[in-house]
């Protein structure tokens, strides 16, 4: 399977413990995406990274959350002292942006998504 | 400022009837948008996409129509299958790299 995989699928922690999420995204793809999804509720974009270029994060991203893309292939997200408002699923997706020279990078729609991490924090 | 809703969080269908999902959007320079399927336990997987220099697109049982003056966009689905049971969620982006997801609308199929 080359989709985009994420680990664990489930994490249950208790409050204030470090967690890591990982995410390895489609292999060609120079795009990654992490999102949070609370029940009911659609993905909510949380950072971006162009290869190894962290280029966005969002204001949910609080300094409890880091996001790291070393080499530009997999992709971890920690959260550090987890509190109860946490618990959610943390979505990664992965894309393949073209760039065309003098222009903004047009977006080839379509996110590649993993199946999810769920967090729950009691 | 940005955001995507829908009208209705739900909608029920009889098993083979056409099904239309509407949502609206807010942000005028919005130039892109798509839809999304969620199975329960799964990410989202993308249906069909839309520019804004179009007003409907057609796919496979599947057709999207935007209409740009109300900012309104619409999912239609043909023969209405089980399988089609999910929540499905627009999206839009504004040519950049941020897609910005709506609250979704949960589809069931009476059998």
């Known amino acids: 399977d080359t989709g985009v995989s994420q680990d664990p699928r489930h994490k249950i922690t208790k409050r204030g413990q470090n967690v890591t999420f990982r995410c390895d995204p489609i292999s060609e793809h120079n795009r990654l995406y992490w999102y949070r999804q609370t029940l009911g509720q659609g993905p909510e974009f949380l950072t971006y990274?162009?290869?190894?270029?962290?280029?966005?994060k969002s204001r949910l991203l609080s300094d409890r959350f880091s996001a790291e893309r070393p080499k530009g292939s997999f992709s971890t997200l920690e959260i550090q002292r987890t509190e109860q408002g946490d618990s959610a699923m943390y979505l990664c997706?992965?894309?393949?942006?073209?760039?065309?020279?003098?222009?903004?990078?047009?977006?080839?729609?379509?996110?590649?998504f993993g199946e999810g991490s769920r967090l729950t924090v009691l | 400022g940005e955001s995507v809703g829908l009208h209705l969080p739900t909608l029920s269908v009889q098993e083979g009837d056409n099904s239309i999902i509407n949502c609206a959007y807010s942000n005028s320079a919005s130039d892109y948008f798509i839809w999304y399927k969620q199975e329960s336990g799964k990410g989202p997987q993308f249906i069909i996409d839309i520019r804004s220099n179009m007003d409907k697109r057609q796919g496979q049982r599947v057709t999207v129509l935007l209409n740009k003056t109300v900012k309104h966009l619409s999912l239609q689905i043909a023969a209405t299958q089980p399988g089609d049971s999910a929540v499905y969620f627009c999206?839009?982006?504004?040519?950049?790299?941020?897609?910005?997801f709506g609250a979704g609308t949960r589809l069931f199929v009476k059998a």
């Open positions: 997706a992965s894309s393949l942006g073209f760039w065309t020279s003098g222009s903004i990078p047009p977006n080839t729609g379509e996110l590649f």
């Open positions: 990274f162009q290869n190894e270029a962290q280029l966005e």
């Open positions: 999206a839009e982006n504004t040519g950049g790299f941020k897609t910005i």
